[in-house]
């Protein structure tokens, strides 16, 4: 079945430094693939989003790329900040299924 | 616009009690989701309502668990006899037709078995 195995946390960072969470999934057909973020306090909101191989989803300084040769969607900012300090869930959604699979979450802290 | 409200926000329940839990979705969408989000885990499918379709009860963990959708938008999920491993946040989402796969979440309900 389809599933996505991310990055286990917690990740640590000094506000400026570079992030990466990796993600990679396992589908049976083409699937869409997504980061979601959940602030503290807040409900889980979409970060951003790729629908095919190659596709670079980006928002708020933070981007991943399909890769279908890698089966591999991992989040990467160039300059993490305070305010980014949330959890991050990678998730899958593949059009056979009306689910949505999730990873486990990585939750990030940026220090001052 | 509003987006998709839970309640209540917290519950406390004794083990062997029911309770009830209410989804309120996005005006317009019509696919409804559950999910259950345990501590330190990540999130489970639970039930997907779309329209007048019959339900996709694939997800849910056992009969004590069940949920409706009534008028096609409220949802209640409610949980039987509750057990201490139901304690979990429940999140509800919804999302258009035309992007099945773009989910708006609510904040959660947040319950605790004693």
């Known amino acids: 079945g389809n599933s996505v195995t991310q990055m286990e946390g917690p990740v640590t960072l000094s506000e400026e430094a570079f992030l990466t969470i990796n993600c990679t999934y396992t589908?049976?057909?083409?699937?869409?693939l997504f980061w979601y973020v959940q602030y503290p306090g807040e409900g889980l909101q979409l970060l951003l989003k790729?629908?095919?191989?190659?596709d670079k989803g980006s928002n708020k300084g933070f981007e991943a790329t399909y890769r279908k040769e890698t089966t591999s969607f991992h989040l990467e900012k160039g300059s993490v900040q305070v305010s980014d300090s949330a959890v991050y869930f990678c998730?899958?959604?593949?059009?056979?299924?009306?689910?949505?699979?999730f990873g486990a979450g990585t939750r990030l802290t940026v220090k001052p | 616009g509003a987006g998709v409200s839970q309640s209540p926000s917290n519950k406390v329940t004794e083990k062997g009690k029911d309770v009830e839990l209410r989804c309120d979705p996005i005006s317009g969408h019509t696919a409804l989701y559950w999910y259950r989000q345990s501590l330190g885990q990540g999130l489970e499918f639970l039930i997907y309502?779309?329209?007048?379709?019959?339900?996709?009860k694939s997800g849910l963990p056992s009969d004590r668990f069940s949920a409706e959708r009534t008028g096609g938008s409220v949802s209640t999920l409610t949980i039987q006899r509750t057990q201490q491993e139901d304690s979990a946040v429940y999140l509800c989402?919804?999302?258009?037709?035309?992007?099945?796969?773009?989910?708006?979440f609510g904040p959660g309900t947040r319950l605790t078995v004693t």
């Open positions: 998730a899958l959604s593949d059009r056979s299924n009306n689910d949505m699979r």
């Open positions: 790729a629908t095919k191989a190659d």
């Open positions: 989402a919804s999302s258009l037709v035309s992007s099945p796969y773009e989910q708006y």
């Open positions: 589908a049976t057909g083409y699937p869409s």
């Open positions: 309502f779309q329209g007048n379709s019959a339900p996709d």
